[in-house]
């Protein structure tokens, strides 16, 4: 599981609140936040607003499809897919299109389809999450 701190999309002024709160990965994060409710605990908690969780949500969501590393969020990013829910708004040429794309401004291979459709298909699974 990742550390709350590959979490782009995250105010510094966060994350020692969430390490106070024992949260120290996306995995962890993940967890605390499964529920409507459980996302306004923690948002009470840590000083942030209910849509504050959600986006730190999505983006760990992505950061824990499979084979997925940081160099894999790099090219995310520079797709312009901040996460989960940037896969979900795609359909699958396109998210090939957006890697393509970004892969080839980054300077480096894309992605197997096999991965990609692997990505795509686990944000499908994952959508009411």
């Known amino acids: 599981m990742p550390p709350i701190t590959e979490l782009t999309r995250i105010e510094p002024v966060y994350l020692g609140r969430l390490e106070k ?11 605390v936040s ?34 997925f590393g940081s160099d894999e969020h790099q ?16 359909d699958l ?10 892969s080839a401004e980054l300077g480096t291979d894309p992605p197997d389809d096999l991965r990609l459709e692997g990505w795509w298909d686990q944000a499908r699974t994952l959508e009411d999450e």
């Open 34 to 67: 499964e529920t409507p409710t459980r996302r306004q605990y923690l948002a009470d908690h840590v000083g942030a607003t209910i849509n504050e969780v959600g986006t730190w949500r999505d983006e760990g969501l992505m950061l824990n499809l499979a084979s």
């Open 75 to 90: 090219l995310m990013i520079q797709a312009g897919i901040e996460g989960l829910r940037d896969i979900l708004d795609l």
């Open 93 to 102: 040429d396109g998210f090939r299109a957006r890697i393509a794309k970004a």
């Open 21 to 31: 709160q024992g949260i120290f990965t996306t995995g962890i994060l993940l967890e």
